[in-house]
């Protein structure tokens, strides 16, 4: 398929997804997208794992989730659908909190748009839209979506990749979207090693961003290696504001499984 088409298809998207609204999500994956794909024909399962050892004592609404001494997962199944375009599911989405235990937080559809073999580009770039359903105590509306665009440089060796996600729950105008960037850093040691600092920030909705203090801004140093069996991705995160967790643990563990 033609570059222009791979356009217009991915803005079709784009357009669609972005219905007015902002909604409030809890964290169930902490990663940057770098615009790889799964290639034509392959299925690829990722595990999500994060613990809170020091968070927000207080639930974001009545009856949610509590990040402090939280554990949140989710088990992501994607296939290369073309050399373009992969598609993905997130289940279970799932948590274990002090106040609810294990609960079981909905579903998501993921389409992944990006520009052809992105790894060996000096410039990549994409768009991931997500569409989910959630658990009454996992956000406040059963039906939001996330829009994240990729835009990104390898420069031997270091990498730099920024996602200025936009998040929406269907209601309200382009200025209730919330405003989610995430960025990444890294330095690749070898082939097989990398290192990088990351950055994951809420500023709340366009039209009026929360204070600064209030938002929430958080700072991963993370470890990656891409070994035979699976890729392993290991990061500590810090908050810098009264509206983050004060430290986060992740984990990511992906392999192709044909």
């Given amino acids: 398929?033609?570059?222009?088409?791979?356009?217009?298809?991915?803005?079709?998207?784009?357009?669609?997804?972005?219905?007015?609204?902002?909604?409030?999500?809890?964290?169930?994956?902490?990663?940057?997208?770098?615009?790889?794909?799964?290639?034509?024909?392959?299925?690829?399962?990722?595990?999500?794992?994060?613990?809170?050892?020091?968070?927000?004592?207080?639930?974001?609404?009545?009856?949610?989730?509590?990040?402090?001494?939280?554990?949140?997962?989710?088990?992501?199944?994607?296939?290369?659908?073309?050399?373009?375009?992969?598609?993905?599911?997130?289940?279970?989405?799932?948590?274990?909190?002090?106040?609810?235990?294990?609960?079981?937080?909905?579903?998501?559809?993921?389409?992944?748009?990006?520009?052809?073999?992105?790894d060996d580009r000096t410039f990549f770039y994409g768009v991931n839209i997500e569409y989910s359903y959630n658990g009454k105590h996992w956000d406040t509306k059963r039906f939001t979506s996330e829009i994240r665009p990729i835009v990104g440089w390898h420069l031997r060796p270091i990498d730099i990749v920024v996602n200025p996600i936009l998040d929406t729950n269907w209601e309200g105008g382009i200025g209730d979207l919330e405003f989610v960037p995430s960025t990444r850093i890294a330095w690749n040691a070898s082939p097989e090693w990398a290192v990088a600092v990351e950055e994951y920030a809420d500023f709340g909705v366009l039209k009026d961003f929360a204070p600064a203090d209030s938002q929430a801004?958080?700072?991963?140093?993370?470890?990656?290696?891409?070994?035979?069996?699976?890729?392993?991705?290991?990061?500590?995160?810090?908050?810098?504001?009264?509206?983050?967790?004060?430290?986060?643990l992740k984990l990511i563990l992906s392999k192709d499984l044909n």
Avoid at 60 to 74: C, I, L, Q, R, Y
Avoid at 98 to 117: M, Q, W
Avoid at 217 to 245: C, P, R
Wanted: charged fraction near 15%; include cysteine.
């Fill in 1 to 118: 398929m033609r570059k222009v088409d791979v356009r217009r298809l991915a803005m079709s998207w784009l357009a669609l997804a972005v219905i007015p609204g902002a909604c409030l999500a809890q964290a169930d994956e902490i990663q940057v997208y770098d615009g790889g794909l799964a290639p034509p024909g392959v299925f690829n399962l990722t595990l999500h794992n994060n613990y809170t050892p020091s968070g927000i004592k207080q639930p974001a609404f009545p009856g949610a989730v509590t990040s402090h001494h939280a554990w949140v997962g989710v088990a992501e199944w994607a296939y290369g659908v073309t050399d373009w375009f992969e598609a993905g599911l997130y289940l279970p989405l799932y948590s274990v909190d002090e106040d609810l235990g294990a609960t079981i937080n909905g579903f998501k559809l993921r389409t992944l748009f990006a520009v052809p073999n992105a």
């Fill in 217 to 248: 801004h958080q700072l991963f140093g993370v470890i990656d290696y891409a070994a035979d069996l699976m890729d392993i991705e290991l990061g500590v995160g810090f908050g810098l504001t009264s509206g983050s967790d004060d430290s986060t």
